[in-house]
């Protein structure tokens, strides 16, 4: 399944998120419960993107014989310095991207976007990056929200973006060892595609999964929702081909065991570009689900929610987790109760009559053969039922996999709305977690309310793991002038509380520029220094993604936020 030319792109996407015929108005009801608990009272189409022909792009800074030299290497058709083709690869799809290129600001575009075919193009444009000082940006489907696909010059020449979407194949299937081999330019709905005809399925499904790519995955270590099943992208990948600009690298094992020595390949993982070009990976795949099995309970709190999660996953049998496991927090149920129409409110008014007036909502997907999945679900269904739980029927959980990957869409709706949107999250033992959604949301909504403003946090726990499990943060506000030092102050807030609290900055969204302030928090600083000492021996001249995942060594970390728009990483020097 060959990944949609550019060609083919609507150009309003150029300001958002995927397919805009996807994209759905908010309802006058979400509108009024937005005013509501905002405080905003006129949430109007006040702040839409300037028109397309209005963007500022800028020039590119290539001079005629590296272009030629390039066209040389891949063909014409394959080195692009149009200036559509370089706004939309000018950023990735974090809040601060999306309010730069809303107001027409893509002075940050790549000088060039190229579109290697294989592993030969690919090593020969590293090999004249580095002969050329151009800084390399590897794009698989753009999905970063903390700033990973930036393209960024550092102290270069310039900035070539490498969109991997002509390595969109699957190279070799073994369905004896359940395994895969795939080009790392593939994306989601292509694996599943290719996998479903053979009986079997990745099981990788994150929100980004419509556009994001295996590469992708790997690079930024990336959960898929269904990951308490399925395991994480770092839990299923074997091994990896990858083009560094000291020569290529193979990484991993096949073999079902190893003890050759320390693991190399979790040196690629989450290494974001940084290090070399992921061009394919061998994963494991799982046989395809013979039944589904929706399942939905309430808990009368968060913190009850949770340990009826900590006892499923410690007391249950292993086999018995749900694929999904998903919990929200009472602010987040009752914007689901509110919103969800008629059959959701009777299902609030229910919960009601049984004394849970603020719920906490749980969400299950089992998935396997239909007999052993109902037995995995009644025993499961006695754990949570002990733990305080209500059972709520399939209905909640099969609407919310009809919308999972729809909520990108409803961002670029809030945001022409006025209406400041974006997500965070960590990770914590069981033993943090209630005191870590304490201070982060607390952190959120004294940031958001700094200048006088409202906020509204919701949170779920989307991952479950046997010794703790995940915390994602959904925060809206009223869009202030300057919107990008607003986002800034909440990340920061945030950030700050993330650390404090013991947890890790990042769960499943990547470093990139925004978190990479806090990597020595994350590593320490030997840390650090090893990263930095293996980045000079595979791309010693520093032209693999500038500015990402590793802070500089002489500079002091900048606060959130500000890395993403500092002039001296913008403009060529």
Not at 97 to 103: E, G, T
Not at 207 to 230: I, P, V
Not at 500 to 518: F, K
């Amino acid at each position: 399944m060959v990944t949609q030319n550019t060609e083919e792109i609507p150009r309003s996407v150029w300001y958002g998120w995927g397919d805009p015929s996807r994209a759905r108005p908010l309802t006058e009801g979400a509108l009024e419960y937005l005013r509501t608990t905002l405080g905003l009272h006129s949430v109007d189409l006040s702040h839409p993107p300037v028109d397309f022909a209005e963007v500022h792009v800028g020039e590119g800074h290539l001079d005629g014989e590296v272009l030629e030299e390039l066209r040389e290497l891949l063909g014409d058709a394959h080195v692009s310095t149009d200036q559509t083709e370089r706004l939309l690869h000018s950023g990735g799809k974090s809040t601060p991207d999306l309010l730069r290129i809303r107001a027409g600001d893509a002075r940050q575009a790549p000088d060039a976007v190229l579109f290697p075919g294989s592993e030969t193009d690919v090593r020969r444009i590293l090999e004249l990056c580095v002969r050329r000082r151009l800084a390399v940006v590897t794009f698989g489907g753009g999905t970063s929200v903390v700033g990973g696909v930036e393209p960024l010059h550092g102290q270069l020449e310039g900035v070539l973006t490498l969109d991997m979407r002509r390595m969109d194949k699957l190279l070799k299937f073994d369905g004896l060892s359940c395994t895969a081999t795939f080009e790392a330019g593939i994306r989601g709905p292509a694996i599943e595609a290719a996998l479903e005809p053979l009986g079997f399925t990745l099981g990788h499904f994150p929100q980004s999964h419509q556009e994001a790519t295996l590469g992708g995955y790997l690079a930024t270590r990336s959960a898929g929702q269904a990951s308490t099943g399925y395991g994480r992208s770092d839990d299923v990948v074997k091994s990896a081909h990858v083009e560094t600009p000291a020569g290529p690298l193979d990484v991993g094992s096949l073999a079902p065991g190893t003890a050759a020595g320390p693991k190399l390949l979790d040196v690629i993982l989450g290494s974001e570009g940084t290090l070399g070009v992921i061009t394919s990976a061998t994963v494991v795949i799982q046989p395809l689900p013979q039944h589904k099995s929706h399942g939905a309970w309430s808990f009368p709190s968060f913190a009850a929610g949770a340990e009826a999660l900590r006892k499923l996953r410690q007391e249950g049998v292993r086999g018995d987790m749900p694929h999904v496991c998903r919990l929200s927090d009472t602010d987040q149920t009752a914007a689901t109760f509110k919103l969800g129409g008629t059959k959701t409110a009777v299902l609030a008014a229910y919960l009601g009559l049984r004394s849970q007036q603020s719920p906490a909502l749980a969400l299950f997907l089992w998935e396997g053969e239909a007999r052993e999945t109902a037995a995995r679900r009644r025993r499961s269904a006695r754990i949570l039922r002990a733990a305080g739980g209500i059972p709520l029927g399939p209905m909640p959980a099969r609407a919310w996999e009809r919308g999972r990957f729809s909520g990108p869409y409803l961002r670029d709706e809030l945001l022409t709305r006025g209406v400041l949107v974006e997500t965070l999250e960590t990770a914590a033992t069981w033993s943090q977690l209630q005191s870590t959604y304490t201070a982060v949301r607390g952190a959120i909504l004294d940031a958001l309310a700094a200048n006088g403003g409202s906020g509204y946090v919701q949170t779920h726990i989307s991952h479950v793991y046997p010794d703790g499990a995940s915390l994602y943060f959904t925060f809206l506000g009223g869009l202030e002038r300057d919107g990008l030092a607003q986002n800034a102050r909440v990340k920061k807030a945030a950030s700050a509380a993330i650390v404090a609290a013991g947890a890790t900055i990042t769960h499943h969204h990547g470093v990139g520029i925004e978190h990479a302030p806090y990597m020595s928090s994350e590593i320490g600083r030997l840390g650090l220094e090893v990263l930095r000492r293996i980045k000079e021996s595979l791309d010693p001249t520093g032209i693999m993604n500038p500015g990402k995942l590793i802070p500089a060594a002489t500079a002091e970390a900048p606060a959130v936020g500000e890395a993403s728009s500092a002039s001296p990483q913008k403009e060529k020097p």
